[in-house]
T-cell receptor
């Protein structure tokens, strides 16, 4: 019973196309994230949502648009794909939100298995 | 941005030996530190955390040491096993607790 699941696991597409990656968590968490990991394993936060509200938008091109229909889902839509968008995208969730000024009890993030996007 | 020009540091350890993975951080305001493990083809997984009011914390086969004076922390793994082979990330957080930001990562290879 996967806690954070994302689909598809692999995505190969042409430059200029639009694609979406979906994420669902069944942990009852309020906060969800998208991270991007490049070929050198550098892992960078893109967005975070708390209870469907955007908290962090980490200077990501506006071709990337996250959507949270409810607090258990956070989808990532990418328009006009570019070669540099090729990466592994990870969805994650946490029990409590960061960035509220309150010291979190834990900084534990629960990650999905990743979605490998290849843009040709 | 991207990690262009950076290489993933690699540590090779014999099975059964102890491993020490180091992490240097730059922000003296960092207040809370987390270690994650990422196995091949999987997402990162939380291992252990430590707050700045501590200098040592132990878990199961893992110990994290924090030296705030030199802005350095280490993750020690006792009796390293093949299943410990992974990329390890430290993630310092400052007092704003805005987000979990991952460092470069260290690849641990366990030699059987």
């Amino acid at each position: 019973d996967t806690a954070v699941s994302q689909t598809p696991k692999y995505l190969v597409t042409q430059m200029g196309n639009d694609k979406s990656i979906k994420c669902e968590q069944n942990l009852g968490h309020d906060t969800m994230y998208w991270y991007k990991q490049d070929s050198k394993k550098f892992l960078k936060i893109m967005f975070s949502y708390n209870n469907k509200e955007l908290i962090i938008n980490e200077t990501v091109p506006n071709r990337f648009s996250p959507k949270s229909p409810d607090k258990a889902h956070l989808n990532l839509h990418i328009n006009s794909l570019e070669l540099g968008d090729s990466a592994v995208y990870f969805c994650a969730s946490s029990q409590e939100p960061f960035g509220t000024g309150r010291i979190p009890d834990t900084g534990e993030l629960f990650f999905g298995e990743g979605s490998r996007l290849t843009v040709l | 941005g991207e990690s262009v020009g950076l290489h993933l540091p690699t540590l090779s350890v014999q099975e059964g030996d102890n491993s020490i993975i180091n992490c240097a951080y730059s922000n003296s305001a960092s207040d809370y530190f987390i270690w994650y493990k990422q196995e091949s083809g999987k997402g990162p997984q939380f291992i252990i955390d430590i707050r700045s009011n501590m200098d040592k914390r132990q878990g199961q086969r893992v110990t994290v040491l924090l030296n705030k004076t030199v802005k350095h922390l280490s993750l020690q793994i006792a009796a390293t096993q093949p299943g410990d082979s992974a990329v390890y990330f430290c993630a310092p957080m400052d007092k704003s607790y805005q987000k979990v930001t991952f460092g470069i990562g260290t690849k641990l290879q366990v030699i059987p």
